[in-house]
């Protein structure tokens, strides 16, 4: 009775790793799941159906992957194509607030401020952006407006 408790063992995990190989394989990755969220959202935006195309690139953007900055820009894009500054200006404030942001978000967060006359938050961006990115673009556009 000993070796059938050590052979149903044996077979037992090997059945469980093989579950667990089948269910990795069939799972898409992130990628692959960003790709096609993005591919059904262009096709929304080809027809200017914003509203649409929006949940679909939230989702997308979710994912970090290789084409997550293609995917914001869209998604900032579908943010103003809707006239949804709010929402538009909160996901800027996402993106400045993540671990290494680029200085191209705070110079297009300050230049929205700029635009709609909102000095004060245009100078605190850029002033943020300088501590975190100390880009020369941004100490530029500093110094031309405080």
Not at 55 to 80: C, D, G, H, R, W
């Amino acid at each position: 009775m000993g070796n059938f408790k050590k052979i149903a063992l044996i077979f037992g995990c090997l059945f469980l790793l093989l579950i667990s190989w089948l269910v990795v394989l069939s799972n898409d990755s992130d990628l692959d799941k960003q790709r096609a969220l993005k591919a059904q959202a262009e096709d929304y935006l080809e027809d200017d159906i914003y509203i649409r195309a929006l949940p679909l690139l939230q989702n997308a953007a979710s994912y970090k992957t290789e084409l997550t900055s293609e995917i914001n820009q869209m998604l900032k894009e579908t943010y103003v194509a809707l006239g949804d500054y709010r929402s538009y200006i909160d996901f800027l404030t996402i993106l400045m607030s993540e671990k290494n942001p680029s200085a191209d978000v705070f110079s297009e967060a300050a230049e929205y401020y700029l635009d709609t006359n909102k000095f004060k938050e245009a100078i605190a961006v850029l002033v943020d952006g300088i501590s975190k990115t100390n880009d020369a673009g941004l100490i530029d556009l500093y110094e031309e407006y405080r």
